[in-house]
T-cell receptor, first 113, second 115 residues
Framework: AQSVTQLGSHVSVSEGALVLLRCNYS??????LFWYVQYPNQGLQLLLK??????LVKGINGFEAEFKKSETSFHLTKPSAHMSDAAEYFC???????????FGKGTLLTVNP | GAGVSQSPSNKVTEKGKDVELRCDPI?????LYWYRQSLGQGLEFLIY????????KSGLPSDRFSAERTGGSVSTLTIQRTQQEDSAVYLC?????????????FGPGTRLTVT
């Protein structure tokens, strides 16, 4: 079985500040890890994914995430928040013989001017 | 090209009625997934199609829920005798191949409200 825990259902940052959204996973098989973003009344958009290889993954819109196996973490960061980053962010895991995504509960990011 | 489309975008139905939700995946994508997003449960997997067959139906919450896919393309999720707890946003996704790490492209969802 796989699971994802996102610490903090709501994170608020100032424009220009560092964004850090936390994700910890549990998986009995090598995990594939994803971050998705959801803007209001829209579907999910993939920000980045980790499959194998380099543990620091760069995504769209200046986001990146680092896979740390020892900590079972895949935290999402962005050096400088922009107003347009305000959205809900979901971490997800898949692996083994199934292809379904198991999602965390999501973190709502608010960016203050 | 066009992304994943879903219809209707919004559906309001009375308790006990049946509803059909439609998903048009990206052309050529062989894998199709249905998820449900609700306030209480977050994002949950419902069912996965590879071509027209469904190797994994483990997320369907009850026998009132069924889904089919025809021609390796369009999929329909049917909910019979809807209940208020079925109110949620139903999301469809597709990927080029059913493979670990494949990017799943999501549609905008159908918001279902059961009154």
């Amino acid at each position: 079985a796989q699971s994802v825990t996102q610490l903090g259902s709501h994170v608020s940052v100032s424009e220009g500040a560092l964004v850090l959204l936390r994700c910890n996973y549990s998986s009995s098989v090598p995990p594939y890890l994803f971050w998705y973003v959801q803007y209001p009344n829209q579907g999910l958009q993939l920000l980045l994914k980790y499959t194998t290889g380099a543990t620091l993954v760069k995504g769209i819109n200046g986001f990146e995430a680092e896979f740390k196996k020892s900590e079972t973490s895949f935290h999402l960061t962005k050096p400088s928040a922009h107003m347009s980053d305000a959205a809900e962010y979901f971490c997800a895991v898949s692996g083994g013989s199934n292809y379904k995504l198991t999602f965390g509960k999501g973190t709502l990011l608010t960016v203050n001017p | 090209g066009a992304g994943v489309s879903q219809s209707p975008s919004n559906k309001v139905t009375e308790k006990g009625k049946d509803v059909e939700l439609r998903c048009d995946p990206i052309s050529g994508h062989t894998a199709l997934y249905w998820y449900r997003q609700s306030l209480g449960q977050g994002l949950e997997f419902l069912i996965y199609f590879q071509g027209n067959s469904a190797p994994d139906k483990s997320g369907l919450p009850s026998d009132r829920f069924s889904a089919e896919r025809t021609g390796g393309s369009v999929s329909t999720l049917t909910i019979q005798r809807t209940q208020q707890e079925d109110s949620a946003v139903y999301l469809c996704a597709s990927s080029l191949v059913p493979q670990q790490g494949s990017k799943q492209y999501f549609g905008p969802g159908t918001r279902l409200t059961v009154t």
